[in-house]
């Protein structure tokens, strides 16, 4: 449901998609009907909208979304879970509050509060083993004991994640942020085995910072 994205951007509070009996699909948001018509509104472009009434005798079937369904697409509540790795106490709080408890408390009683209740419920009891002093690093679960004994490769592994995560950013620096990101790598944590994993991603943004470094020279 791409189309829902777009739309709530566009400032819509819900979206529905019509199939004529000609075999269009026409992606919409419905502002009104008769008992022989139906008024939409659609994007001509990704900035531009327009209406258009047609009558409901063309029409071979109808598909509506609440504006609970477009909201929980558009903000990809669903992909919440699985967590990402090495979330602090305070990045899950942020979660719950700013984006799920707010959800709940504009769609209150519809499947989809339903649904993001579980996983406020998930996300707590995350919550609470990270405040116990765990850590999810992997997509495992470790122990308070082996954090305590390992921050130097978690350290690490927080490094070598954030250089991944620069170069995956849309901005011209990304290539030069992620290599800086990995120098820090290399010089602080040469021993760790997230050091080696680095290497030959590190040895492809060279490349591509080379290129990138060469089209500015011309």
């Given at each position: 449901?791409?189309?829902?994205?777009?739309?709530?951007?566009?400032?819509?509070?819900?979206?529905?998609?019509?199939?004529?009996?000609?075999?269009?699909?026409?992606?919409?948001?419905?502002?009104?009907?008769?008992?022989?018509?139906?008024?939409?509104?659609?994007?001509?472009?990704?900035?531009?909208?327009?209406?258009?009434?047609?009558?409901?005798?063309?029409?071979?079937?109808?598909?509506?979304?609440?504006?609970?369904?477009?909201?929980?697409?558009?903000?990809?509540?669903?992909?919440?879970?699985?967590?990402?790795?090495?979330?602090?106490?305070?990045?899950?709080?942020?979660?719950?509050?700013?984006?799920?408890?707010?959800?709940?408390?504009?769609?209150?009683?519809?499947?989809?509060?339903?649904?993001?209740?579980?996983?406020?419920?998930?996300?707590?009891?995350?919550?609470?083993?990270?405040?116990?002093?765990?850590?999810?690093?992997e997509?495992?679960?470790?122990?308070?004991?082996?954090?305590?004994?390992?921050?130097?490769n978690?350290?690490?592994?927080?490094?070598?994640?954030?250089?991944?995560?620069?170069?995956?950013?849309?901005?011209?620096?990304?290539?030069?942020?992620?290599?800086?990101?990995?120098?820090?790598?290399?010089?602080?944590?040469?021993v760790?085995?997230?050091?080696?994993?680095?290497?030959?991603?590190?040895?492809e943004?060279?490349?591509?910072?080379?290129?990138?470094?060469?089209?500015?020279?011309?």
């Open positions: 449901l791409l189309f829902i994205a777009a739309l709530l951007t566009a400032g819509s509070l819900s979206a529905d998609i019509i199939i004529l009996k000609t075999g269009e699909k026409i992606d919409c948001t419905i502002l009104s009907e008769t008992d022989t018509t139906l008024t939409y509104k659609y994007m001509l472009t990704a900035k531009i909208s327009d209406t258009k009434t047609i009558p409901k005798a063309d029409i071979k079937e109808l598909t509506r979304f609440t504006p609970a369904q477009v909201e929980y697409e558009a903000k990809g509540l669903a992909k919440l879970l699985p967590t990402r790795d090495l979330m602090s106490a305070s990045d899950y709080e942020s979660i719950i509050q700013d984006d799920l408890r707010t959800f709940v408390a504009k769609y209150p009683g519809t499947p989809e509060a339903a649904e993001v209740e579980k996983i406020i419920a998930t996300l707590g009891e995350e919550k609470s083993k990270v405040v116990s002093g765990q850590l999810k690093m997509g495992r679960w470790l122990d308070a004991a082996t954090v305590k004994r390992d921050t130097y978690i350290d690490a592994y927080r490094q070598f994640m954030l250089m991944r995560e620069k170069a995956a950013e849309n901005k011209d620096t990304r290539y030069l942020e992620a290599l800086r990101a990995f120098e820090k790598l290399r010089t602080d944590y040469p760790s085995s997230y050091f080696l994993k680095a290497i030959p991603e590190a040895q943004y060279l490349k591509k910072f080379d290129v990138q470094l060469a089209d500015m020279i011309k």
